[in-house]
């Protein structure tokens, strides 16, 4: 099967000067990223998180990128086939095909990634999106970003849904990390409120980023796609973008999400900043919170968990709650003259901001001790879990892990406990992989004595 | 609780003496008519479908039309809470209880039900769509009709999922007659497709009458409701509006709708129409199939049922078959200089057209016999079914056999037994009514002898 | 030349019964009226205001409602060529064919024309209005009626441009009576000012009636084009739809149309109502608005002359004071709770709704004495200047005219001296016809004595 | 007067960063030219060309970039009232000003002006355009340009209105050079056809650059602004966005104009290229073509000539030839597959890309003989009236004839003769300046002798 595809959007417009720099790139070493970035895409609605099984399914797959008189054309060797109706690829997909040409070979390359300062990186986030037509400042603002994990137990998966209802009847947008699980059951929710309220222009904005699209590739529903270079421009990109943020049961990546967002709203410099965080399940998982909000108390102290309200299997306090804080919120920004679609002025630290590659070395010498002051331990605490989700299901981390066996996670006994205690507690539950697999842990605890 | 709402559509632009009419109806015999039909649609997602039932559990409901200086507004005393989003009535419920005051209110009330004349019954139905604005020439003509049972098994609601989510992969517009079933689940599947291939504009029609609103009221994702006056008419809209026919497994009703499409399908003068007529169901339902297969046969015989395509279990094969015809439809009414959105040159014999009224004494009188020609024998089977469906879940129905017992239907032998079989195996498959309650029969076949 | 052509908006959804109607309405008596009013706006753009001479251009044209499948056709033999580019009519000109199609042959014979009861006069003027899709309750109202003479000199013509031209920056919309001069001068100005604003939906609503649409036809620019019955609905129309209503100098129509606004504002019901009136011309037509006072002042007396502000060349002030009386009725509106785009509210007495006929007889019978109340003296004095209006360009008054020879005006002294002096200066002014004929008065003033 | 506006346009979304970057250019050098642009496009509809003169009349005119929290805003001291409606600035004038911020200090400092390499360049004009979203490939291709001179007779202004009206009537587009005379009349008469085909989005796209604005400011009708940083890439810009040509009489400006694209189409890799090339008039200005048309044959020869077609005095002539003209062109894209809306195909040799700076060494140095090839020559004739042009209008070159007196204009005597016969009768027939001042030649023709 092969296959010629105009791309859309932006990618729709290029002279031969960016077709020519496109090409390079597709030629370059980044071709098996977009190749890879192209199939997860592809192979949306798939069941699976194990990147490299997608990968060997589909080995035959090849995409090119040609110049044509006019601009690019994408041509696509063996692609799977339920991309297509009646041998014409889905619209949605050619959507998300073009948004990878875009963020992998055109934007990404745009930039420097070895950014100082952190007003450069904060602009390459905007840039990003802004270029990918996400922020569109004449629209209401109500944008709610859920997090939460990618395999997570049917009774939480409804109550995603449940929720993601109630904010779709309130009339708000969704955002998530792409994928399944907890990132597929809000958007699903909100378009039936949507549609009940005659919303056509509902937003389903999937961000993800290069190395976990494939294990969580973007859901039919997403309907404006972004791929941020790494997980720390993800990060600041649903912060800054966002009005609100629910995060639901997750496993190492979910608390990645929460420690990020605590360590950002602790800076002093933010005391005034409005944003409501609220942490939610079904009744079911009440266990699970408890857990997590016993290791904030315990790491980030009381302050850290007066950022947050946890409400326990009530969807529709919820979505009411979110909705009073969009109005503090607004009223806030209009207050300090800021943007009500991009939040210029939450501080974030640098620690937050650059690239923590998590390699065994940079594990072992983050270290968690309750000598750092509570920002640093935060910033600490979020690489060493970043970490573990690359080892769990990010396709650089597993090849790491299989050559130089589990991360070594290493600081002060009583954080030690605890968060073995949780990352345990996740184990159990599932929260790391899909079930289907044993889970053999990435990391090794160890107590600093 | 107390609400005043603005009409919507055209009922936001109404003349005092316009007004004055909707308070005289209102305030007349239809007032029953008119309330019991906004209370169907405020009770929208109730999972029964006892009119009885639901007219008990709001007793203290109560709506009122009201007349303001600039027009119109409904007041709600006591309404279903869950039609208002913390105090606001959902939009899509706005736009139903607008259709309902539009149609029951208004719009019936210009005719004369009595009418005289195909042109004129034919005439009154395109008024009310018109009116209703769901005939809209300037967008691509693609509406596939879905009929089925609203008690079918989980197994095969998942397939007419699947069927709709075909359709509207391809584009396809869903038309049902409102309610759950096979009612709701092409249009939830083409809900997705549409998403999927980003069409925004994505119509779900729903067709329904005064005496079914309440057991089948109109499902959340229904974007556009039509109140018909009777049975007839909406069945006349159904063929006229539609470019296809897709028939899911049902009852007595789903065989009331396979009849009347046959009978006029037969008509000499229908001979070169084109109509795609599918009749489908998941591999478990292949018996169902057979069995109503067989019944046409014996009755209607061969020609009736080379009309029909039965495709099992394939829902894409459902979805290319609509498309093939989809464009057979379109060439011959391009050839004719018909409408390419309402098919005025299919021929319907006034016996489809006529009301049947399923007294007693109608249900006795209508014979069913192999004397007859074959259409006016699809016309009476039709009136049959027309008058179980009424028995069954219809208000006056059901009252008319509380009273009288059983309708007695007549007919030479070998049809009764036939038909006996027929009924019974809906029965047996719980097709009659929602499961959870015992079915009564409300027929008894009587064999000429 | 033949040319067949589909009608457009609510004309291009018809029933096979409609246009059997209107086939045969377009056999009728009504033909050439609906001929006639068909050639003047295939005609728009004509350097004449004597329908006679255009007919007899255009005697070998002939128009015909044709029946096809799908609903109707107009055929055009013969039309003005200039109608056409490269012979595909242009569209402004198809819309306003169909408006006549619409008003003369489907919505004008829908009403009894001898409606008893002023309730019925107003529900038939704001259906048609309604049914023309003039009415548009979800737009911003500002609509800003203009009136004033056909025939005015080119200082005044740049005047109505620039008075339009300083509304169309402030986002006006322009209702004007369809034609040349002060019709069309506000309607230029405002397209230029709605072009500057970026303003894309600019309205230009041109109201006729068919015995003046020949003499004045709908100018290039009329946007929506409404046919009223009489000169009665379309005084009624222009009222109840517009916030305001602004008149230039002119002859005989627009002192016809002055006594219509004043004797309804005079009426106590409407002392609380609020509708700027603005009379207005540049410096050099200061003589005609004090000779126009001054007959207000000595006939319907000082209330009535507090009703309008008369405003000298400052097309600004015009704009502003229009601004300025915009939100006061607003306020009125949303106070009393009326549409903000009709003004159900406002008053009108039967003798101003009933359709007056210029008969000589009738003629003769309308006394102008100072016995009457005043509004029965603005009553009657309207339909005098109405006569003439007739005498002057409607087809019907010239035939009466040229067969009886002038009407005879009847009155006090006093009022008939005045009546001289005012029309005289008409004529000096050559304000009753455009230039280029002799103008021959069809009236003769008599003094009671 | 002190205002404060937003920009409109992508000058809305903005970074910290960006707006730093506009801050530092704006206290630039670069101020001078943004402040006078900007000033230019506020001072719309003024009736001088002597942008000196304008720049006298406001000089205490100031306007700055300031940095807001959520991105940018102008603050202008003093502008000319007439940009403003009560005391708000008009729509069209913001869209300007935003146009200039963006153009001026915003996009052009991203480019290296001194680029080597014509792909470069072209990269560069297109990207400016796309920038200004002036590229919409998914609109109907059907861009006309219109050159012609500033300062036009009445005759020939109406002329252009007329051609403007047919092109309109046909849906066709509009692109000129911003400002009075024939790059107005077209846009004027292309509104009216438009508005009378219902045309909602015709585009009237003004191209300048930053030496011209002020003489030739974006008159009112100007939809869309676009400063490109050179006449060389302006006239790039008009050659690759448009389907096809029209050049009305003019001076300098209008020469170097023809020159130009005969000087490309001469090219031999663009003989298959399609580009309708028509000069029109009306009858009194034949004489003008004539004396053009012996110029370009007595100097380039019968090839160019035969590239261009004369229409006199027939405007629908004109737009149906232009429509003929239109379907060749995008049969000829279609066929070698290049884009509807950028002539990417196009061989433009560099020689017409570098800018030439009219320094009198530069003139003099740009000789004119028969020894060279066509192309060379055509260049060399393009780069002597642009010169002319910089010393009649632009502020630059007016300065350098004020210090050092007139151009020398070099060459072989035969082209001298026809030269100065051609220049001098632009002088007598006021097509040099604006009339009201008495043109003094910035040029001397000097033969070689």
Redesign the interface.
Known sequence: MHIQLNPLGNM??L????VGQLQQSASSELYNLYRNCSLAVLNSGSHTDDAEAIYQQFQDFNIQVLR????VKIALENPPTHAF??GKI????Q?HLSAVLRDILFTHTRYDHNLEGG??I??TT??IL?NANA?L?DTEPNLVTCWGGHSINDIEYQYTKEVGYQLG??GFNICTGCGPGAMKGPMKGA??GH??????DGRYIGLTEPSIIAAEPPN??V?ELVIMPDIEKRLEAFVRMSHGIIIFPGGAGTAEELLYILGIMLHPKNQAQKLPIILTGPAESMAYFEQIDKFIGATLGEKAQSLYTIIVNDAESVA?TM?AGLEEVLTYRKQ?????H?N??LTIDEAFQHPFNPTHENMAKTEITFDMDVASLAANLRRVFSGIVAGNVKSEGIKEIRKHGPFNVTGDDKIMELMDALLQSFVAQQRMKLPGSEYVPCYKVVRNG
Chains 1, 2, 3, 4 share one sequence.
Request: aromatic letters at 8%; zero cysteines.
């Open positions: 729709k417009l002279s031969p000067l960016e044509v008189e006019r601009g109706v009646d889905i619209r949605g997909i959507e007003a450069n904060t602009h905007f840039d802004r922020i400042p009847l309130r378009t039936i549609a009940k309220q005659r919303h056509k039919p529903i309907s009411k909705k300090i003259g800021d943007s009500y991009f210029w002025a």
